[in-house]
């Protein structure tokens, strides 16, 4: 059976919920590509750390030892921030690797420039998992969505500070015990700034952006406004006229011109943000003719983000494959 | 610029929407496609009815006529109920078309047969539109849950009932003024029984069945009970405990075992279905890496379906497309 070798950069959560995913789906990736699937290397930071990897995977520091194996056909990326994301994975494609990213920060800002140097290579780009982790949006937008034209994109692309939000509301928390509690679950990182302030929102909003409208709004231009000034007063009172306050995200393209917020809105129990509660994301799409359609779901953790990841990843085979079979 | 010549067998609302969509649609579909896409002929019953198609479309009662047209590529078919379409459209496959069809009665029953069938004459059936009208959930299960293994599914698949046990809870109506008036808005037929009955989720489930878990349960052995036998009293009682009556269709695997039913459920708050009302359609997956995912819309109407049919449209072409240029 052909081998398929693929290398792991970054070995947390979702770097390890990669590997752990194929490992045990592998005879269902055999049995839709009629291929091994083999993680051949993981780059690390750590060499010391513990780590459940096979023995004869290689596990290296060293990204030019990832490129150097030989016949590596498809990178995973689940580093964070910026750098050396952007390099590693411009390096990866010159040497015609495919690749499958879970970052967000890195690809909101060099995402079109990586596309646009994956078509000079003819190779491929999975990005499912930059945004709402296992809800399938991209892929929504990218293929089930071409012919329509989207005018407005809500969505909940944050699932701690929907949580806080929640919690809030629930069970009469405060802000600060709401973050503890999302602290303790894991749900939100020892400085969650980019969670409650709204910019991990941003940049998932800003890929969402390129995808569908082909380009992203000024960055200076979009408002983003965290959820840690709302009182328990506020959202008691809002609570009451059966109204909720929830973190959301939006992007309104009229005419030429693309406006993009994130902020806490009041939402009625008729809007369809309402009611998606707890670290759940959903994205709710106006489309000319397929209508208002919403997608909602877990948008983060291991296993929906690998779930992107690899449907990803077979997604890009198949693509190949049909086109070598026909060929 | 080449052409692409299609023809729609049926032009009720849904055909009619099809073509009206391919018109206003038709400098997106080239920017996309980079072709130009000509409906040349309509399938219709009664050649005396007004209906607006531009004079050089073959306007005609006779199927082979349809089938004689030079170079026809696709066959949009919106026609109602098992026969003839079933025959047609495998008359369509052998003459090498690609097929389009929104028809869930026919496909419930020879969708299997119909895709064994495309597969040897080497065309592809695009069936979106055969449930849920707009809401891309055969794309979705097909394409982005592959890895994915799917444990239950559980829809509100028929607008129609859905719109008349909405208005009689907010509105405590009564069933017979709630199906008027679902009547007066078009939602529902003169005959309402597919609807009100659970038949016609039930063929959309059976569709979602085969394609989910590669077989549909024994018919028989599904239990279909329809929403007629609510009373207010009974959607009140619930409401007043934070419960409502939907009706769900849900598809279960366990084991090779798979079991499936269309009931009325009492839902809490909590459930992904509780909230969805009006005349949008829902669909809760739950898989085993992604989670549970929920997707909503508009589940009938001209627009939403000639989507449905039109993004199929576009993936089929697409699907041709790179490999001709690749081979």
């Known amino acids: 059976m052909e081998v398929i070798k693929a290398a792991i950069l970054g070995f947390g959560t ?89 970052n967000k920060v890195m690809f909101a800002t060099y995402g079109e420039k990586l596309i646009k140097k994956a078509q000079t290579q003819n190779v491929k780009i999975g990005y499912e998992a930059t945004v709402a982790g296992g809800v399938p949006i991209i892929r929504t937008l990218a293929q089930q969505l071409q012919v329509n034209k989207v005018g407005r994109i809500q969505a909940i692309l944050n699932g701690t500070s929907n949580f806080i939000l929640t919690e809030m509301r629930n069970k009469e928390l405060s802000f600060e015990n709401a973050l503890g509690i999302a602290q303790e679950l894991g749900y939100a990182e020892a400085d969650p700034t980019n969670d409650i302030g709204g910019f991990d929102a941003f940049y998932k909003l800003m890929i969402l952006s ?66 998606v509660e707890g670290v759940d994301n959903a994205v709710v799409i106006e489309a000319n003719l397929a209508g208002t359609l919403t997608i909602q779901g877990p948008g983060a953790g291991k296993k929906p983000t690998a779930s992107a990841m690899i449907e990803d990843f077979v997604h890009i085979i198949q693509s190949k494959k049909t086109s070598y079979a026909l060929s």
């Open 14 to 102: 979702v770097g390890e919920g990669v590997y752990e995913a194929i490992q045990t789906h592998q005879q269902q990736l055999q049995n839709i590509l009629g291929v091994e699937v083999q993680i051949a290397g993981v780059l690390i930071q750590d060499l010391e750390k513990e780590r459940n990897i096979a023995d004869e995977v290689l596990v290296t520091t060293n990204f030019e030892d990832i490129l150097n194996i030989p016949d590596l056909q498809v990178v995973f990326e689940a580093i964070v921030g910026e750098d050396p994301s952007y390099s590693y994975l411009s390096q990866a494609i010159d040497k015609r690797c495919d690749i499958v990213t879970a």
């Open 210 to 275: 390129s995808l569908t409208f082909g380009e992203q709004p000024d960055w200076d231009e979009v408002k983003i406004e965290g959820i840690s000034a709302l009182s328990n007063d506020q959202l008691e009172e809002a609570n009451q006229n059966n109204f909720r306050y929830k973190h959301v995200a939006e992007l309104i393209k009229e005419g030429d011109n693309i406006s993009a917020s994130v902020s806490p809105v009041l939402t009625d129990a008729d809007h369809p943000l309402y009611n």
